[in-house]
């Protein structure tokens, strides 16, 4: 192979990674014009910020349930099984 050959060669991989490097930068903006537009994070800082809220929240929401429910059941668990 020549060396006009080789660099020709090269210079189409070096084209295709940076078509391929564009595309990915351009689904990353998306993807953080999106993230910002759901949830009001300006960075992925934020956002990581404000995913950490949320499973507190959710975990808390969830005590609560679990609490709920086992007071439920034992008020109503008997009363419940007497209708099957």
Do not use: P
Not at 18 to 40: F, H, N, P, W, Y
Not at 52 to 57: A, N, P, T, V
Not at 58 to 73: C, M
Request: proline letters at 0%; hydrophobic letters at 35%; charged letters at 45%.
């Amino acid at each position: 192979m020549t060396s006009v050959d080789e660099f020709t060669r090269l210079k189409g991989k070096v084209d295709k990674l940076k078509k391929k490097k564009e595309r990915a930068e351009g689904a990353l903006e998306q993807l953080l014009k999106r993230m910002c537009e759901v949830t009001g994070a300006s960075t992925i800082e934020k956002g990581r910020e404000l995913l950490s809220e949320l499973e507190q929240k959710a975990k808390k929401a969830e005590v609560r349930y679990d609490r709920a429910l086992e007071s439920f059941v034992e008020e109503w668990g008997e009363k419940l099984e007497e209708v099957e």
